[in-house]
């Protein structure tokens, strides 16, 4: 025993001691909440107050589930096998196939993953002739999900209008074709398992005498209807080990409800509210700028998290010319530290949109960091992109025919599988493109088919005389990608990200504009065309391979890095402009966001905020973020803005002469009519992209990506044999 509570602080020890009764641990970033969770579960155990069958564990991730598990395996002499550790949505599945015929549900029932109940939402519509147009599907689903987590069914949602109505209808019709084809989404599992325990008193009554404890981990993050079903069973008098952090509650948008914490504090825990202040992750000076940050909230638990660990390093403040400053900065320091001996794996980027990775993953790429997007894809990866690319890849060559199928019925033209079979089918008869098939197309397929080559054909003309970035952004109104995703009620993120397709177009090319001929080879589409499918192909880091991790501040919770940079800190984007638009509620829910981000840091943090950002392939001036503003100066070391410099080819920057050529610049003309960005070709090493360049003249060199095992190659011009392709 005295083994088993030897490493715990006397915080942690008064919670893991305390007797079976309802209480709520108040546990902040990295104050060892695991820790906490499975030595209670052990201390009960070996103490002889419960036994393996009487304990309920609830966690929100396979892997917080799987931990758990482990560590209780390797602590306890018992069989732990028939305890209950999961999930709320794996304990309601196991739940349900033990009492399938009391749910009403087949013995073999399946679960609908959220790809699963899309496709369904989309032959429901198509069977009652519904417009998905005026009802997008997606749109449909959160609609669905979101009355489920509040514990409605169709017949008790309420409906203000007519639009809402029509909802509602089609919400009881998806209910009905689920019930006949005997299926669940992950909504309906919780849903279906709290009505059962509701409605059927014996059942209620045997699960409330068999679990007498109920320990429940990240208790922030719980809705509306997962906190009902734990107050369910615990009616019978078992206790309830809540443990959470209000401070990180950061998933509003899904539905969490940060209230639950206060409202478990007022009608069960009393006075037994544990805070775990004692942070075993982060130097002082980064404790101390989450402390000021989060006390500009209101309503909190209240903590304040200190450690024995010294007050580290001071906070590094960026404040860049631009948000390509700002990534040469970032991905500079970056290489500095891997120099030092810093794990690229210990290095984490951090961003508010997911629109912000690509000006990151396009310097990280040009100066050889291998990275990986964590929990989500890299830029020229994302679906709506490759949309895109898809539409131009047409304007330039129409015989594409993979272009052509990904985007010949998306956005929806009426355009099914079988008039497609049938077109593939001329284009093999006639050895033609689909492109050119499609003239031979009759009926009503020929007619929709058709429509869709007159929008390319119309394109083309429109395009012919524009800049590059002006060319995106017509295809996008026109072909009718913004106006799909703006009906979505999740394609706010995604319009982002065409919006910095724009962006990244507008930095390609050169201040006097590249006039783009679509039949040429060598213009700034074909040009850019190359350069994202480089980008898009080559050089995230392989499997295995340590790699400099990028994600949102929403997809690093739970994680912890030796350094982190936290980039875009500037009004409108970290705030948020569309949370600060929700008023006080929205913003404190966005301070919650950046104390989760200042909190992933170990030793060293980076805050890097732009003076100037591209929007819309225009550049936007900035307001630096009021976040930065709320931490004590004295935390802070700014380093300003670095001197007027040029790269060098081993990194860095060296002060004194003219600035590295970059896309985007009056600088990057080079001998032989190449330019930055330019697709080339050499004689030995094939295909590639020029990325940098340095010196003049003869003495030009430029860095070429060709990517593959090639990868960067610094070459004299003098004796380079580059072609233009």
């Given at each position: 025993m005295?083994?088993l509570?030897?490493?715990?602080?006397?915080?942690?020890?008064?919670a893991?001691?305390?007797?079976?009764?309802?209480?709520?641990?108040?546990?902040?970033a990295?104050s060892?909440?695991t820790?906490v969770?499975t030595t209670r579960?052990?201390w009960l155990?070996?103490?002889?107050?419960m036994?393996p069958?009487a304990?309920?564990?609830?966690?929100?991730?396979?892997?917080?589930?799987k931990?758990?598990?482990?560590r209780?395996a390797?602590?306890?002499?018992?069989?732990?096998?028939?305890?209950?550790?999961?999930?709320?949505?794996?304990?309601?599945?196991?739940m349900?196939?033990?009492?399938?015929?009391?749910?009403?549900?087949?013995?073999?029932?399946?679960?609908?993953d959220s790809?699963d109940?899309?496709?369904?939402?989309?032959?429901l519509?198509?069977?009652?002739?519904?417009?998905?147009?005026?009802?997008?599907?997606?749109?449909?689903?959160?609609?669905?999900?979101a009355?489920?987590?509040?514990?409605?069914r169709?017949?008790?949602?309420?409906?203000?209008?007519?639009?809402?109505?029509?909802?509602?209808?089609?919400?009881?019709?998806?209910?009905?074709?689920c019930?006949?084809?005997?299926v669940?989404?992950?909504?309906e599992?919780?849903?279906?398992?709290?009505?059962?325990?509701?409605?059927?008193?014996?059942?209620?009554?045997?699960?409330?005498?068999?679990?007498?404890?109920?320990?429940?981990?990240?208790?922030?993050?719980?809705?509306?209807?997962?906190y009902?079903?734990?107050q369910?069973?615990?009616?019978?008098?078992?206790s309830i080990?809540a443990?959470g952090?209000?401070?990180?509650?950061i998933?509003?948008?899904?539905?969490a409800?940060v209230?639950?914490?206060?409202?478990f504090?007022?009608?069960?825990?009393?006075?037994?509210?544990?805070r775990?202040?004692?942070?075993?992750?982060?130097?002082g000076?980064?404790?101390?700028?989450?402390?000021?940050?989060?006390?500009?909230n209101?309503?909190?638990?209240?903590?304040?998290?200190?450690?024995?660990?010294?007050?580290?390093?001071?906070i590094?403040?960026?404040?860049?010319y631009?948000?390509?400053?700002?990534?040469?900065?970032?991905?500079?320091?970056?290489?500095?530290?891997?120099?030092?001996?810093?794990?690229?794996?210990?290095i984490a980027?951090l961003?508010?949109?997911?629109?912000?990775?690509?000006?990151?993953?396009?310097?990280?790429f040009?100066?050889?960091?291998?990275?990986k997007?964590?929990?989500?894809?890299?830029?020229?990866?994302?679906?709506?992109i490759?949309?895109?690319?898809?539409?131009?890849?047409?304007?330039?060559?129409?015989?594409d025919?993979t272009?052509?199928?990904?985007?010949?019925?998306?956005?929806?033209?009426?355009?099914?599988?079988?008039?497609?079979e049938?077109?593939?089918?001329?284009a093999?008869?006639?050895?033609?493109?689909?492109?050119n098939?499609?003239?031979?197309?009759?009926?009503?397929?020929?007619?929709?088919?058709?429509?869709?080559i007159?929008?390319?054909?119309?394109?083309?003309?429109?395009?012919?005389?524009?800049?590059?970035?002006?060319?995106?952004?017509?295809?996008?109104?026109r072909?009718?990608l913004?106006?799909?995703?703006?009906s979505?009620k999740?394609?706010?993120e995604?319009?982002?990200?065409l919006d910095?397709?724009?962006?990244?177009a507008?930095?390609?090319?050169?201040?006097d504009?590249?006039?783009m001929?679509?039949e040429?080879?060598?213009?700034?589409?074909?040009?850019?065309l190359?350069?994202?499918s480089l980008?898009?192909?080559?050089?995230q880091?392989?499997?295995?391979?340590?790699?400099v991790?990028?994600m949102t501040?929403?997809?690093?919770k739970g994680?912890?890095?030796?350094?982190?940079?936290?980039?875009?800190?500037e009004?409108?984007?970290?705030?948020h402009?569309?949370?600060?638009?929700e008023?006080?509620?929205?913003?404190?829910?966005?301070?919650?966001?950046?104390?989760?981000?200042?909190?992933?840091a170990?030793?060293?943090?980076?805050?890097c905020?732009?003076?100037?950002?591209?929007?819309?392939?225009?550049?936007?001036y900035?307001?630096?973020?009021?976040?930065l503003?709320e931490?004590?100066?004295?935390?802070?070391?700014?380093?300003?803005?670095r001197p007027?410099?040029?790269a060098?080819?081993?990194g860095?920057?060296?002060?004194?002469?003219s600035?590295?050529?970059?896309?985007?610049?009056?600088?990057?003309?080079?001998?032989?009519?190449l330019?930055?960005?330019q697709?080339?070709e050499?004689?030995?090493?094939?295909?590639?992209?020029?990325v940098?360049?340095?010196?003049?003249?003869?003495?030009a060199?430029?860095q070429v990506?060709f990517?593959?095992?090639t990868g960067?190659k610094?070459?004299?011009?003098?004796?380079?044999?580059?072609?233009?392709?």
């Amino acid at each position: 025993m005295s083994d088993l509570l030897a490493h715990l602080n006397p915080p942690q020890l008064q919670a893991v001691t305390l007797p079976p009764v309802h209480a709520l641990i108040l546990a902040g970033a990295g104050s060892g909440k695991t820790r906490v969770l499975t030595t209670r579960i052990a201390w009960l155990l070996s103490t002889n107050q419960m036994s393996p069958h009487a304990v309920l564990a609830v966690t929100f991730t396979n892997k917080a589930a799987k931990e758990m598990s482990a560590r209780l395996a390797a602590t306890v002499p018992f069989n732990i096998r028939s305890m209950w550790i999961g999930t709320f949505h794996g304990l309601c599945n196991r739940m349900l196939r033990a009492h399938f015929r009391e749910a009403g549900l087949p013995q073999t029932f399946q679960i609908l993953d959220s790809g699963d109940q899309l496709a369904m939402v989309k032959r429901l519509l198509k069977n009652l002739n519904v417009d998905d147009e005026k009802y997008p599907p997606r749109e449909l689903c959160h609609f669905f999900n979101a009355h489920k987590e509040q514990g409605v069914r169709a017949a008790q949602a309420e409906a203000y209008d007519s639009y809402t109505q029509k909802r509602v209808e089609l919400y009881a019709e998806y209910e009905a074709q689920c019930n006949r084809e005997g299926v669940c989404d992950f909504a309906e599992l919780l849903l279906r398992c709290y009505e059962l325990l509701s409605r059927n008193e014996p059942l209620r009554q045997h699960y409330q005498a068999r679990f007498r404890t109920i320990l429940v981990d990240e208790f922030q993050d719980t809705n509306r209807l997962q906190y009902a079903w734990l107050q369910l069973l615990a009616g019978g008098g078992a206790s309830i080990f809540a443990v959470g952090d209000d401070d990180q509650s950061i998933y509003r948008f899904r539905g969490a409800e940060v209230g639950n914490m206060r409202e478990f504090e007022r009608n069960y825990a009393g006075a037994n509210v544990i805070r775990l202040e004692q942070n075993y992750r982060s130097h002082g000076n980064i404790l101390a700028a989450a402390n000021a940050l989060i006390k500009n909230n209101s309503d909190r638990l209240g903590k304040n998290l200190w450690t024995d660990a010294g007050d580290g390093e001071p906070i590094r403040v960026y404040d860049g010319y631009s948000d390509l400053d700002e990534a040469r900065f970032v991905v500079d320091e970056v290489r500095e530290l891997i120099r030092d001996g810093v794990s690229p794996l210990q290095i984490a980027l951090l961003y508010r949109s997911n629109a912000q990775s690509r000006v990151l993953e396009h310097e990280l790429f040009t100066r050889a960091v291998p990275y990986k997007v964590y929990g989500g894809l890299r830029f020229f990866e994302r679906q709506e992109i490759k949309h895109a690319l898809a539409y131009l890849r047409l304007l330039g060559n129409p015989d594409d025919d993979t272009a052509f199928l990904r985007v010949v019925n998306f956005p929806t033209r009426g355009i099914g599988a079988r008039s497609l079979e049938s077109l593939q089918g001329l284009a093999h008869q006639f050895n033609s493109s689909l492109y050119n098939a499609a003239a031979s197309l009759s009926g009503k397929a020929g007619q929709a088919v058709g429509a869709f080559i007159r929008l390319i054909e119309g394109l083309r003309q429109e395009c012919e005389k524009l800049p590059l970035p002006e060319i995106i952004e017509h295809v996008l109104d026109r072909s009718g990608l913004k106006q799909h995703y703006q009906s979505e009620k999740d394609g706010q993120e995604r319009l982002e990200n065409l919006d910095e397709l724009i962006n990244a177009a507008a930095t390609f090319i050169d201040d006097d504009g590249v006039v783009m001929s679509v039949e040429g080879e060598g213009g700034a589409l074909a040009s850019f065309l190359a350069h994202a499918s480089l980008e898009a192909g080559e050089h995230q880091a392989g499997e295995g391979q340590e790699a400099v991790q990028l994600m949102t501040v929403h997809a690093a919770k739970g994680l912890e890095f030796d350094a982190v940079f936290i980039t875009g800190l500037e009004q409108g984007l970290f705030p948020h402009e569309n949370a600060v638009s929700e008023g006080e509620a929205g913003l404190q829910e966005e301070r919650r966001l950046m104390y989760v981000a200042v909190t992933r840091a170990r030793k060293r943090l980076y805050l890097c905020h732009a003076q100037s950002r591209m929007l819309h392939g225009q550049t936007r001036y900035c307001t630096v973020s009021s976040f930065l503003e709320e931490i004590p100066q004295e935390l802070l070391r700014h380093l300003g803005q670095r001197p007027t410099g040029r790269a060098v080819p081993g990194g860095g920057w060296s002060a004194g002469s003219s600035a590295r050529s970059t896309a985007g610049s009056t600088e990057n003309a080079l001998p032989n009519g190449l330019r930055i960005g330019q697709s080339v070709e050499h004689a030995k090493f094939g295909a590639g992209v020029i990325v940098a360049s340095e010196g003049r003249g003869a003495d030009a060199r430029v860095q070429v990506n060709f990517g593959g095992a090639t990868g960067m190659k610094w070459l004299a011009l003098e004796y380079a044999k580059l072609t233009p392709i």
